[in-house]
């Protein structure tokens, strides 16, 4: 196996030689995230009969989650107001909010300000959605009037994989492979 630098005849490229910082997380690198991770349904956690997740980073020590979230049911899936921006990149399927104008369609990305309220609803026909979304701080989830009824952020959804990994054989350490 050839390096990049033999592969391109550069010999100055040189690795880095000094340690790294002490107490630096590891590296999270998880490979076919859009393939091979789609098909093991074991791993997806489950919400709802037809609502849940996969984790790719639970960020506990900065308040943020990575993850791929997968609906199969059409109609309102939540109305929620944000704490932090949210970015969004549709891999299948199709979905829009009540309060906006656009559909967030396949291969579409999204930006959602902090503080904004709005109500995801998947449309009649899409029987998968699945869309990657990174949230900063949480979700707060609210009645038509704004009335607070729930809330998810970064605990709620490691305790929720801790909680199903463990149900499933994997143990309730499993989850340990998505915090940082």
Same mark, same amino acid.
């Given at each position: 196996?050839? %390096? $990049?630098?033999?592969?391109? *005849?550069? &010999?100055?490229?040189?690795?880095?030689?000094?340690?790294?910082?002490?107490?630096?997380?590891?590296? $999270?690198?998880?490979? *076919?995230?859009?393939?091979?991770?789609? =098909? +093991? +349904?074991?791993?997806?956690?489950?919400? %709802?009969? %037809?609502?849940?997740?996969?984790?790719?980073?639970?960020?506990?020590?900065?308040?943020?989650?990575?993850?791929?979230?997968? #609906?199969?049911?059409? *109609?309102?899936?939540?109305?929620?107001?944000?704490?932090? /921006?949210?970015?969004?990149? #549709?891999?299948?399927?199709?979905?829009?909010?009540? &309060? @906006?104008?656009?559909?967030? &369609? =396949?291969?579409?990305?999204?930006? &959602?300000?902090?503080? =904004?309220? @709005?109500?995801?609803?998947? /449309?009649? *026909?899409?029987? =998968?959605?699945?869309?990657?979304?990174?949230?900063?701080?949480?979700?707060?989830?609210?009645?038509?009037?704004?009335?607070? #009824?729930?809330?998810?952020?970064?605990?709620?959804?490691?305790?929720?994989?801790?909680?199903?990994? +463990?149900?499933?054989?994997?143990?309730?350490?499993?989850?340990?492979?998505?915090?940082?």
């Amino acid at each position: 196996m050839s %390096t $990049i630098s033999e592969k391109r *005849g550069d &010999e100055s490229a040189i690795p880095y030689q000094l340690p790294q910082p002490p107490f630096m997380s590891p590296d $999270i690198v998880h490979l *076919g995230v859009l393939d091979k991770w789609l =098909e +093991d +349904d074991n791993l997806w956690v489950p919400m %709802t009969k %037809t609502v849940s997740f996969k984790p790719l980073l639970l960020c506990a020590s900065q308040g943020y989650y990575v993850n791929l979230l997968r #609906v199969r049911q059409s *109609g309102v899936l939540s109305r929620h107001r944000h704490t932090g /921006p949210v970015h969004a990149m #549709v891999l299948r399927g199709r979905w829009y909010y009540l &309060e @906006h104008d656009w559909i967030a &369609e =396949e291969m579409s990305y999204a930006h &959602e300000p902090a503080g =904004e309220t @709005h109500t995801l609803f998947v /449309p009649e *026909g899409v029987t =998968e959605m699945i869309t990657w979304f990174h949230v900063t701080g949480g979700y707060t989830y609210v009645d038509p009037q704004g009335v607070a #009824v729930g809330y998810e952020d970064v605990f709620t959804k490691i305790e929720a994989a801790r909680a199903h990994y +463990d149900n499933i054989g994997l143990g309730e350490d499993y989850v340990k492979r998505f915090v940082r």
